[in-house]
């Protein structure tokens, strides 16, 4: 899966979940929280004498709910651990889909509290059996009105089970809850990433198709000796590294497919600064360790905020200083803006030069599609259902 070092909540979460007591952990997204609770809990299951229902995470929306039934079937796959994603929704076919998947049974169940509640009122719920009670984003199911169904299915729970509780937030009424639904909860609060002092943060608001003039423009513009680039994906990173050898850059593309004397050969000439620009994907924000990288440029927006901060934490190392470049198309300006809370700082956005022509407004609260352009510029793995005691 790639896990290699333990984020702050992963290291303090996991050995009191698998120490069975219940936990209250104060962690925004973007942490690594999921794996804190799934990780753990896939131990819980494997660890067990019987086979049942064994927990219940519950999550505001039906987004995060899919999200966190894709990580238990990552996680999960070649344990035989077995998931159900249960969620809202006007379609009838879904409905009988997710009945059925409860007639024939699952180690964990993800579900948003109101299509929960509609289920466990049908009978078709034993939870007679469960020990852990995972409540993910509290916070946003209080600002939801979940809050009264929390606590109602809560008390149809068995009260030996472990309950495990994440929130970005803790205002009086989460606290409240944890009073009412948990029994001396360890708690654990996660301070904020924050990038190096030293980090001269910019981000450019453009449409997709100006990307590769505008990072043409700062390449020249930006006399640095090392220059890390980084985008999402292995084929982009190919697809770039073809664009800037045209141009005749110094540049060498850092992915999965160069074999490990190859690997070792990119890095020797990157850090010797025979190598001006390296690109690479998230893979090798966490594994480079090269000294006076003057610049970095994120060409996509990272996902995840914590490889936002890993990305740009490649520069400005040692108390030196440093510049990161961030672009950021339409589609991307929501991820963007949730990096920034994260951050708890707004990113300095400076207009491009008007030769670029339109470039688009920030607006992160707005809904973009991907691949809007203004410029010519150039099923889930099968997993069979155990069979019940």
């Not at 108390?319 to 803006?337: L, N, S, V």
């Amino acid at each position: 899966m790639g896990y290699k070092t333990p984020t702050p909540i992963q290291t303090q979460s996991i050995p009191v979940i698998l120490s069975g007591k219940d936990i209250v952990a104060c962690a925004q997204t973007g942490t690594g929280k999921t794996a804190a609770f799934l990780l753990p809990l896939i131990q819980h299951i494997l660890s067990a004498e019987k086979r049942h229902l064994n927990a219940l995470i519950i999550a505001p929306t039906r987004e995060l709910v899919l999200q966190i039934d894709q990580q238990i079937d990552g996680l999960g796959y070649f344990c035989g651990i077995s998931s159900i994603a249960i969620y809202g929704g006007n379609d009838g076919v879904v409905w009988s889909q997710q009945m059925h998947a409860l007639e024939q049974g699952a180690d964990i169940i993800c579900a948003t509290p109101g299509r929960l509640m509609a289920l466990m009122q049908s009978g078709k719920i034993d939870f007679s059996n469960l020990k852990h009670l995972v409540l993910d984003e509290a916070d946003r199911m209080l600002d939801m009105g979940f809050i009264d169904d929390i606590k109602n299915i809560a008390s149809k729970l068995p009260s030996t089970r472990q309950t495990i509780l994440f929130s970005a937030t803790m205002p009086l009424k989460i606290r409240q809850l944890i009073g009412q639904i948990s029994k001396s909860p360890q708690l654990i609060n996660i301070a904020v990433s924050k990038p190096a002092e030293g980090v001269k943060q910019l981000a450019f608001n453009v449409y997709e198709a100006q990307k590769p003039d505008v990072l043409t423009l700062h390449l020249k513009q930006y006399t640095s000796d090392t220059i890390l680039i980084f985008c999402s994906t292995k084929e982009a990173v190919k697809r770039l590294e073809r664009e800037l050898l045209k141009q005749q850059f110094t540049v060498q593309a850092f992915h999965s497919d160069l074999e490990q004397l190859e690997r070792e050969r990119v890095m020797r000439a990157f850090k010797s600064k025979q190598l001006q620009i390296l690109i690479g994907t998230d893979i090798l924000s966490r594994g480079i360790d090269v000294e006076d990288i003057g610049l970095v440029i994120n060409y996509t927006v990272p996902p995840d905020p914590e490889d936002y901060i890993h990305r740009i934490g490649r520069t400005a190392r040692a108390a030196k200083q440093g510049t990161a470049i961030t672009y950021i198309a339409p589609h991307e300006q929501r991820t963007f803006f949730k990096t920034e809370q994260l951050m708890g700082m707004e990113v300095e956005k400076p207009n491009l030069p008007a030769t670029f022509g339109e470039t688009p407004k920030y607006e992160p609260e707005v809904k973009h599609q991907k691949g809007t352009v203004k410029t010519n510029s150039f099923k889930k793995p099968f997993r069979k259902p155990f069979k019940k005691h």
